[in-house]
């Protein structure tokens, strides 16, 4: 198994699905792109994967920061 986004080869299994064989959530050591494997094949597979989003390990050692998640906002 490797990363659709950057080709890495270290995937690791997030989460199983709660109905045996449906779907695994897996995510990249090194990009952190996660996925679900019943998403279709351009989320899912290298060569399926889009060209203008695909990565190289020198893009992600030269991206300028990893975005902070927003705090939740909360509905009263």
């Not at 699905?17 to 995510?27: A, E, I, K, T």
């Not at 990009?31 to 597979?45: A, F, G, I, N």
């Amino acid at each position: 198994m490797i990363c659709p986004r950057c080709a890495y080869e270290s995937v690791d299994k997030l989460y199983t699905s709660p109905v045996p064989g449906v779907w695994d959530v897996l995510q990249c050591q090194q990009c952190l792109y996660s996925w679900r494997t019943s998403e279709p094949d351009r989320r899912t597979k290298r060569e399926a994967y889009p060209e203008e989003f695909k990565m190289t390990f020198e893009d992600i050692e030269n991206a300028p920061e990893v975005p902070t998640i927003p705090p939740l906002v909360s509905k009263n």
